[in-house]
């Protein structure tokens, strides 16, 4: 009688597990992400420790222009963390499917969200239990050849029940080196740039309709047969696709989550203000523009503004930062090696030689370094 009891509370258990499940705010905003792919948020690798393939970050944003471009990338090389998310077009909330590759990239050194001229209102993480998907079209499986010459033609019944939010799962398999997918219409215009010979590989790609333009044309021909969606591309065999949907519940339970750093209006002769994380992994860097330079002289200077991180101490790490050249990362007075600069908890006063002077006028620069927290950048005359 034991055991039955025993075995009657782990079923409940786990039917109370797979109930429970919910959308889990783990940032809370704003933060802006600016123009000229100069700012970035990394989520912290906290996040991810129990997170398994298949679970779904949702970036909730606003302000964002009609060119806006969003980023999921590694902290470490600032590169995707997969190739479909190096970079992409932004309309309403966007979000990533996990990897194996991609968690053990998040585990290590957390997530950055880049891109430009949107802000991030909150970011979320999902279970991949809370998400729904269903088959909408079963093949035959298409083989798609090197020379782009093939196309499966999807019907409208397909898409009938798709929502602003849902995500399209193209099921794929004999991935080949260099495979791509390029998605078109019923007049054979890509649906979008994003999927306009996007990489592919594994077994699946997720197409997330965040634009209520995209769900509009793949309903345009309504429940017929009539072909809404051709799927192209090389290298690979498309088997089957499905709609996935959200039928999880949203968490109310904040407690856990990262919070971006408080945003300030920039005041006169200000060129950063906020509190910028460069972290003992040497993670951080922050990009500035040329814009503010334009009528600066050896005269000025940069006075440079930051806190300690009490942490780096105990890790073993000198605080400290570098100036290097907007483009190429060289030092930015031409020097062939770095010029570091050690942290003592006073600002550092940084002046122009003609050199540098160059430099930032045409390239701006990029601030780098280890152990502290920038709170202000100003430009000041010393006349």
């Not at 783990?26 to 393939?53: M, Q």
């Not at 951080?284 to 940069?302: M, Y």
Request: glycine content about 8%.
């Amino acid at each position: 009688m034991k055991t039955m009891r025993y075995i009657l509370i782990c079923v409940l258990c786990s039917v109370f597990c797979a109930l429970s499940a919910t959308e889990r705010t783990i940032l809370i905003g704003p933060k802006t992400i600016g123009k000229a792919w100069r700012d970035n948020i990394v989520l912290e690798a906290r996040h991810f420790a129990h997170a398994k393939a298949g679970d779904v970050l949702t970036v909730y944003n606003d302000k964002a222009k009609r060119t806006a471009q969003g980023a999921f990338q590694n902290p470490t090389n600032w590169q995707g963390v997969a190739p479909e998310y190096a970079y992409f077009g932004i309309n309403g909330p966007f979000r990533m499917t996990l990897t194996d590759d991609i968690i053990r990239i998040a585990r290590e050194q957390g997530i950055a969200i880049g891109g430009h001229d949107y802000r991030i209102t909150q970011v979320t993480l999902s279970e991949a239990s809370d998400y729904q998907e269903t088959i909408v079209w079963r093949g035959p499986s298409v083989m798609m050849k090197n020379d782009w010459s093939v196309n499966a033609e999807i019907p409208g019944k397909a898409f009938v029940n798709l929502r602003q939010g849902d995500a399209i799962r193209f099921h794929i398999s004999k991935a080949q080196a260099g495979a791509a997918m390029k998605l078109s219409d019923m007049t054979w215009n890509v649906l979008d740039p994003s999927v306009d010979g996007v990489s592919v590989g594994g077994d699946n790609y997720t197409w997330y309709i965040y634009d209520q333009a995209l769900q509009i044309k793949l309903q345009l021909v309504g429940n017929t047969m009539n072909t809404a969606m051709r799927v192209g591309g090389k290298g690979y065999c498309l088997d089957k696709i499905g709609l996935v949907q959200f039928v999880g519940e949203v968490s109310e339970d904040y407690s856990q989550a990262q919070r971006a750093p408080k945003e300030y209006v920039l005041q006169p002769g200000e060129i950063f203000h906020g509190e910028k994380a460069f972290p003992n992994d040497w993670s951080g860097n922050l990009r500035i523009s040329a814009a503010p330079f334009q009528k600066c002289t050896e005269n000025d200077v940069l006075l440079i503004s930051y806190t300690i991180d009490p942490t780096a101490k105990a890790a073993g790490v000198t605080p400290q930062l570098s100036l290097r050249e907007g483009r190429n990362w060289t030092e930015i007075t031409g020097s062939a090696e770095p010029i570091w600069y050690s942290l003592d908890g006073n600002d550092v006063v940084y002046m122009f030689d003609p050199v540098a002077l160059d430099n930032v006028k045409t390239r701006g620069f990029i601030l780098t370094g280890v152990g502290f927290t920038l709170t202000r950048i100003e430009l000041i005359s010393v006349q």
